[in-house]
């Protein structure tokens, strides 16, 4: 499809915005959410906020492209059925990923059919031949994130398991905490938090409060297994907003 989004530079997706412009765009997107069904939400402001305090979280403004995919992370949040932009997407954790970015006029799903295995994958795979994906403890907005072992998935007991689920940063803060949004099983889209300079810390005292440093990632009912948390089974990122060909894979 040759739809271009509102305000898209072509071909390179690198012009930067200034964070308070970002911000007040997703401040008016939230302040709509109640009618809108998803978003809002005490999370989504703090996410909010946080951008405005440290844009990408590395010193450096988000690109038009990151934005849009803040953007469609935060209308999504809350959201237990995926129609976007006229597209209707499985309500799992890959189909959330290819909704936000459809969101953003990227068009995930047509490069991943040409792998096989599950949604997950899929993606991996499509990164994966693009050189798109890497380790890291400070991904950026908009990166996808990979993690093994959120669910016995071949039923034999072992931590065996792996690319079961994924997710996409929303914000990162100085300390090294990632806001990501990421589909759960029970609650539908939602924002959680993790710490990858702090992989085994759950909680901690904030301030005098108590304040989820990792959120858990493990499956309910998975067989006991000493790692649980979102930073613990952390695989990889992708940076899939860099490398898509959007020529041939952008959406409307």
Known sequence: MTNKPAGFC?????????????????????SGCQSMGGGGGPEAQQVAEQLQKSGSGD????SR?????????????????????GRRFNADCTGTVLAIYWHAGIDLATPMTQYRG?????LYRFLEDNRALYKTRRPKPGDIIF??????????GQPNDYLTHTGMVVSIEE???LHYIHHNYRKGVVLARMNLYKPGVYTEIVDGQQQVVNSPMRMRGSPNFDKWLASELTRSFGRAWEVVDKSAFLGG
Do not use: C, F, H
Not at 59 to 62: A, C, K, P, S, T
Not at 65 to 85: C, I, M, P
Not at 147 to 156: I, K, P, Q
């Open 118 to 122: 599950n949604g997950v994958t899929r």
């Open 175 to 177: 300390d090294g905490t």
């Open 147 to 156: 993690w093994d072992n959120t669910y016995d998935r071949n039923e034999d």
């Open 10 to 30: 072509p071909g390179t997706g690198k012009l930067r915005l200034p964070v308070g412009i970002v911000v007040l765009v997703l401040v008016l997107l939230m």
């Open 59 to 62: 010193g450096q403004e988000l």
């Open 65 to 85: 492209l990151q934005a849009k995919l803040v953007e469609g992370a935060l209308s999504l949040n809350g959201r237990t059925r995926l129609n976007v932009n």
